[in-house]
């Protein structure tokens, strides 16, 4: 496999399930994001992960957990969600982070888990 | 106002014909900028990237970035049924690497 891969790619459940995203990237990078896609809203940034630890938490509910193991997978742990957490969830990788910005880097991305919280 | 900002559309052209898409971001110190395509239910595919004033063609895309404007656009020409999609802008914000996403504006090309 090459790029970025997401499973699942659909996921249906109810507010009371507790499910698992998992992303894997095989570039050899060492950021990896977590995006969630509304419609009609531009893409948010949830999670930055750096060298494994977490760099960027942009006010997620905690209803959102992320892990990150190791620099080539990435969790998004899911529980008690609501309807309006229905979107697609991106996960996305980039050779490196800066907390100082400025680099060149281009993120790549999965093709994304369609979740949908009845 | 919006961090970055784009017309939802959509835009529609001919085939054969010059799109514009255009974008405006409001971080005057901003670096990077993105061209992303999203074709409707898949995930977003890098197009261009841009860092200095000025044009950067890439085959039918050129992205022109102009910095004391505050605008970066996306030209595809000789446009095809093909590039019918949905083209998000974005920009990294001034001493950050985090990427701020337009809304992306919807085009389509028809026969």
């Not at chain 2, 990077?32 to 990237?49: A, D, N, T, V």
Request: charged residues 20%; contains cysteine.
């Amino acid at each position: 496999e090459t790029g970025v891969t997401q499973t699942p790619r659909h996921l249906v459940m109810g507010m009371t399930n507790k499910k698992s995203l998992k992303c894997e990237q095989h570039l050899g990078h060492n950021a990896m994001y977590w995006y969630k896609q509304s419609a009609k809203k531009p893409l948010e940034l949830m999670f930055v992960y750096s060298l494994e630890e977490r760099v960027e938490n942009n006010s997620v509910p905690s209803r959102f957990s992320p892990e990150c193991p190791n620099s080539s997978h990435l969790f998004l742990h899911l529980h008690t969600l609501q309807p309006e957490d229905s979107a697609l969830y991106l996960c996305a990788s980039s050779q490196e982070w800066s907390l100082a910005g400025g680099s060149t880097d281009t993120q790549y991305f999965g093709p994304g888990t369609r979740l949908t919280v009845l | 106002q919006k961090e970055v900002e784009q017309n939802s559309g959509p835009l529609s052209v001919p085939e054969g014909a010059i799109a514009s898409l255009n974008c405006t971001y409001s971080d005057r110190g901003s670096q990077s900028f993105f061209w992303y395509r999203q074709y409707s239910g898949k995930s977003p595919e890098l197009i261009m990237s841009i860092y200095s004033n000025g044009d950067k063609e890439d085959g039918r895309f050129t992205a022109q970035l102009n910095k004391a404007s505050q605008y970066v656009s996306l030209l595809i020409r000789d446009s095809q049924p093909s590039d019918s999609a949905t083209y998000l802008c974005a920009v990294k914000g001034h001493n950050t690497d985090k990427l701020i996403f337009g809304t992306g504006t919807r085009l389509q090309v028809f026969p």
